[in-house]
């Protein structure tokens, strides 16, 4: 079965996106901030990280929740972590 997983972008010091995934996203209880806590991270074997997920994990590797204010929130999704790779067939796609 399916792992339910949050991924939320959000916005650091710097303007750059940063993408965390966690396993409960909640309102906290400071007016306007959200609660983003059980911060997982891809293994790194399993699929290519993307600049934003690779930050997240030098930033957030060693914390155990994290209060955001709402306003540097980019997105939050649902996913589910099946640990299925989607392969593409580009050549496929291409047509001459």
Do not use: C, W
């Amino acid at each position: 079965m399916a792992k339910e997983l949050y991924k939320v972008i959000i916005l650091d010091e710097n303007k750059e996106n940063v993408v965390i995934y966690a396993t409960s996203v909640t309102q906290a209880d400071f007016l306007g901030f959200i609660e983003i806590s059980g911060i997982e991270f891809p293994n790194k074997s399993d699929i290519i990280l993307t600049p934003g997920e690779d930050k997240a994990h030098s930033l957030f590797k060693d914390t155990k929740r994290i209060i955001v204010p709402g306003n540097l929130i980019i997105r939050i999704e649902e996913i589910k972590d099946d640990k299925k790779s989607q392969i593409i067939n580009i050549f496929n796609l291409v047509k001459n």
